[in-house]
């Protein structure tokens, strides 16, 4: 059964900091590209971040960059989100994704709040 759970998520301040997990099991993790996007209800859904399946190439979008940092623990099967400076147009719903050739996966997604 494939599973990608998502952790991390939860109330942070203007500026603060989280690390965002997402495990995974149920697939070959190590052969799959994995991202980040995030959702706001009633807008669509936006790619945050994506990393290659050995780590080597990360992606992120322009208004994450420098902020957010993508990683992945292969012997883990686990991929992280290291999220900095957050404001509170960050946030959102936070999806962890596997993708390889046709097959698409999604977590359950880990709510984060940025506020004072």
């Known amino acids: 059964q494939v599973q990608l759970v998502e952790s991390g998520g939860g109330l942070v301040q203007p500026g603060g900091s989280l690390r965002l997990s997402c495990a995974a099991s149920g697939f070959s993790f190590r052969l799959y590209a994995m991202r980040w996007y995030r959702q706001v209800a009633g807008k669509e859904r936006e790619l945050v971040a994506g990393?290659?399946?050995?780590?080597?190439?990360?992606t992120y979008a322009d208004s994450m960059k420098g902020r957010f940092t993508i990683s992945r623990d292969n012997a883990k099967n686990t991929v992280y989100l290291q999220m900095n400076s957050l404001k509170p147009e960050d946030t959102a719903v936070y999806y962890c994704t596997a993708a390889r050739d046709i097959y698409n996966y999604w977590g359950q997604g880990t709510q984060v709040t940025v506020s004072s």
């Open positions: 990393i290659t399946p050995g780590g080597m190439r990360t």
